[in-house]
């Protein structure tokens, strides 16, 4: 939840004077980074959590049938 709360920079002062990082506003730059950081969060959570049963026709496997 932090990783939405940082990729939104309504945290800033308004009126504050934009700096240029990389080419981009600074705004730009810690929202793209948040980004980045929460498609990694997912792509780990998925690669390490999430089950998959096998697919070698398990006799208890009820998928498809009606």
Known sequence: MLLF??????YLPPG??????????????ISLLAYLAIAVFTAFV???YWR????????????GTP
């Open 46 to 48: 998925v690669t390490r």
């Open 16 to 29: 504050s004077p934009a700096r240029l990082w990389l080419g981009l506003p600074h705004w730009v730059v």
């Open 52 to 63: 998959v049963p096998p697919a070698d026709g398990d006799a208890d496997d009820t998928e």
């Open 5 to 10: 709360a940082v990729s939104v920079p309504w």
